[in-house]
């Protein structure tokens, strides 16, 4: 089933080898007919992450650079969608020569092309392919078929398969049940695929009996069913499928016997897991208003991002996500060391962020907003000390008289939403002498964008005069990317999205800026 772990599982066995000093990368099949999750609702599918070269990917991409410490480019999420269409328009242009198109060959030799080319092009010793969706699923056959052919191609000495599978434990009886994880073998083994391993997820560890068990009804060796049980923290779970002994598994299964398993790379690796597992308390609380906090995986880099700073400061970070639709009492965040305002788009909601960022501004409460929340606290700032009473962005109501935010020129006569948006890493230039020259300590800086609107630059004499700084911009002045209150405690919001650079031990570093500031009392 859907969220077991398939990202995780992929992340970790890429970072296994990576320590093993094997150039490794990861690609994202997504079976959807969506061409890229640009257009997706975050509360529905999770945070949309954007790469360097301006990819609108699965979240799993973020897992495969946070694990890997390393930038995925947007080639390796690979959809229904941009399959067919390269599909569609080779038969449009009469490359298949008469032929009738077809699932197979067609659609399948798509798919292996895609995958060999980003492995030939990037020169890898090793490429994790996660395939998304369920076992039985009708949209995601192609892509099985597809990889049961390599199987046959690349010969069994250079494809392996896993299998991330459930074995749940019933209270009432309270062992761990194996039928699923069968049932589920046998629909992969029904299409052409054997699993070489199965990554069995469990709340406990995995017991001998089960792993027997599983072992006799799936065709797989019981040293290979691998126990993928529930821990503090997802880099923990490198450790464990190491020590169940998968690294000389995996190295005999690729004929690769005697090759090292193991290097200098595990003792950074170790002091960056224990960093963020060893943390002093009491907790940093840090209030999150956004527009899609039913689901956590909206924002799961950005919460990543507080923990990758609170761990680099020792401190443990606890998140409560406060909706900003339904918020009326704005006192309850003064209970919070720190506000943070996510990215989001629309009018829904919009009015409680604004009166957040006031009530932040107010209190002098440490405050960082994120695109969206960078662009309504440059509203709110114009609401209630420049006394613009109708200041709003054109997103939200057009017709405003104060258009604080507006869209942005080029995005004026584009009329499709996919892939139409400010996208990837732009050069940023930070003004000496500013908040965010300190953070940085740089005059330049690149960063991802994923925005449609931009602060109105008619408006900045009035901010400045009043105490608010636009310390940074991009494309030779033309767009704001930060905007700080050197007179309040903390107060920055940010047009790019910091959070899609921050890793483990190397938090991004305005993150890291605003957990210090949350920290001192």
Request: hydrophobic share 35%.
């Amino acid at each position: 089933m859907s969220g077991l772990g398939k990202g995780v599982t992929t992340s970790s066995i890429a970072k296994l080898l990576q320590l093993a000093d094997q150039k490794v990368s990861c690609i994202k099949i997504d079976p959807y007919l969506n061409y890229d999750a640009g257009t997706m609702n975050p509360v529905a599918h999770g945070e949309v992450f954007v790469t360097e070269d301006g990819g609108e990917c699965d979240m799993d991409i973020g897992n495969y650079e946070r694990f890997l410490n390393q930038n995925i480019p947007k080639s390796h999420n690979i959809t229904t969608a941009q399959v067919y269409s390269a599909v569609i328009e080779s038969e449009r242009k009469g490359e298949y020569l008469g032929e009738c198109v077809q699932i197979i060959p067609h659609i399948t030799d798509e798919i292996k092309n895609r995958i060999r080319k980003i492995a030939e092009d990037e020169n890898l010793d090793f490429l994790i392919v996660e395939c998304g969706g369920t076992v039985g699923d009708i949209e995601s056959l192609p892509f099985l078929e597809a990889l049961r052919q390599m199987r046959v191609e690349e010969g069994p000495q250079n494809v392996v398969f896993v299998h991330v599978t459930l074995a749940p434990s019933l209270d009432v009886v309270g062992e761990q049940k194996t039928k699923p994880t069968q049932h589920s073998a046998q629909e992969l083994r029904r299409i052409g695929i054997q699993p070489d391993f199965l990554a069995v997820r469990c709340t406990m560890p995995l017991e001998e009996k089960t792993k027997i068990k599983i072992a006799l009804f799936t065709n797989v060796t019981s040293k290979d069913v691998l126990s993928c049980h529930d821990v503090k923290s997802i880099f923990q779970v490198p450790q464990i499928l190491y020590d169940q002994g998968i690294m000389d598994s995996l190295f005999t299964k690729f004929g690769k016997v005697g090759m090292v398993n193991a290097s200098a790379n595990w003792n950074e690796w170790n002091r960056i897991v224990e960093s963020m597992n060893n943390l002093e308390y009491p907790k940093i609380k840090i209030a999150m208003v956004g527009k899609y906090v039913t689901l956590a995986d909206s924002y799961v880099s950005v919460n990543h991002a507080l923990k990758h700073a609170g761990a680099k400061l020792g401190k443990s970070i606890e998140i409560d996500w406060i909706d900003s639709e339904s918020i009326n009492d704005f006192n309850i965040l003064s209970n919070y060391d720190g506000i943070l305002v996510p990215g989001g788009f629309g009018a829904r909601g919009s009015e409680g962020i604004i009166k957040t960022a006031n009530y932040a501004r107010e209190r002098n409460i440490p405050y960082l907003g994120i695109c969206f929340g960078f662009q309504l606290a440059a509203v709110s700032f114009g609401r209630n000390v420049l006394n613009l009473k109708d200041a709003n962005s054109t997103e939200i109501e057009p017709n405003t008289k104060n258009p604080i935010v507006d869209l942005l020129p080029e995005q004026k006569d584009v009329l499709g939403m996919g892939g139409s948006l400010r996208l990837g890493a732009n050069d940023i230039m930070i003004k000496t002498n500013t908040i965010t020259h300190k953070i940085y300590n740089a005059n330049k800086i690149s960063k991802r964008h994923r925005h449609r609107y931009e602060i109105n630059k008619q408006f900045i004499p009035e901010f400045e005069k009043h105490g608010m700084i636009f310390s940074a911009e991009s494309d030779n002045g033309k767009r704001m990317e930060v905007l700080e209150i050197p007179a309040h405690k903390f107060y920055l919001g940010v047009q790019f999205h910091p959070e899609f650079n921050s890793r483990p031990g190397y938090p991004e570093q305005v993150f890291y800026a605003f957990v210090i500031a949350t920290s001192q009392k």
